[in-house]
T-cell receptor
Framework: AQSVTQLDSQVPVFEEAPVELRCNYSSSVSVYLFWYVQYPNQGLQLLLK??????LVESINGFEAEFNKSQTSFHLRKPSVHISDTAEYFCAVSNNFNKFYFGSGTKLNVKP | ETGVTQSPTHLIKTRGQQVTLRCSSQ?????VSWYQQALGQGPQFIFQYYREEENGRGNFPPRFSGLQFPNYSSELNVNALELDDSALYLCASSFLGQGSTDTQYFGPGTRLTVL
């Protein structure tokens, strides 16, 4: 069975500061990894994903995540956050695209 | 907007009743997945339908069932409702094909309250 752990339920940070949202997974087989974002009063949207190849993946709005197989982690980072990044972020894992397991989410609160 | 719609947006039922939730997939997608998101939790995978057949199932009892229609719209049916079934129900559509990757597009959800 697979599972996803997001240790931080809330992360407060000041605007323009760096941020890291942590995600660890457990799986006995190869996995595909995803980060989804849910802005206030909106649905879930895919932020970025790791399927294969380079272990560092980037989104169009400056987020990046690195797949670390030895540490079974897929942490999400941004060097400088904006107020508009305030949202809830979910990490998810799948090994064959027919079952997906989500973490409990991390609420990022960017303060001015 | 993702092009995935769900109906109704809100629903109130009582224990023991049955409920049907509906999802209309994004054009061109052949796969739909259903999730239950309780308050303060991440989405929990219920099941996935691919070309009208169940293609994967999470840890939910048989009273949770589904259908996918030829036009790739879908239903989630829950029988014998329990208080713990109160949650936001999300559907996500995607295209699953040989050699293709799978990005899920989520609908806005149906908020179910069981009294």
């Amino acid at each position: 069975a697979q599972s996803v752990t997001q240790l931080d339920s809330q992360v407060p940070v000041f605007e323009e500061a760096p941020v890291e949202l942590r995600c660890n997974y457990s799986s006995s087989v190869s996995v595909y990894l995803f980060w989804y974002v849910q802005y206030p009063n909106q649905g879930l949207q895919l932020l970025l994903k790791y399927l294969s190849g380079s272990t560092l993946v980037e989104s169009i709005n400056g987020f990046e995540a690195e797949f670390n197989k030895s540490q079974t982690s897929f942490h999400l980072r941004k060097p400088s956050v904006h107020i508009s990044d305030t949202a809830e972020y979910f990490c998810a894992v799948s090994n064959n695209f027919n079952k997906f397991y989500f973490g409990s989410g991390t609420k990022l609160n960017v303060k001015p | 907007e993702t092009g995935v719609t769900q109906s109704p947006t809100h629903l109130i039922k009582t224990r023991g009743q049955q409920v049907t939730l509906r999802c209309s997939s994004q054009s061109g997608h052949n796969t739909v997945s259903w999730y239950q998101q309780a308050l303060g939790q991440g989405p929990q995978f219920i099941f996935q339908y691919y070309r009208e057949e169940e293609n994967g199932r999470g840890n939910f009892p048989p009273r949770f069932s589904g259908l996918q229609f030829p036009n790739y719209s879908s239903e989630l049916n829950v029988n014998a409702l329990e208080l713990d079934d109160s949650a936001l129900y999300l559907c996500a559509s995607s295209f699953l094909g040989q050699g293709s990757t799978d990005t899920q597009y989520f609908g806005p959800g149906t908020r179910l309250t069981v009294l």
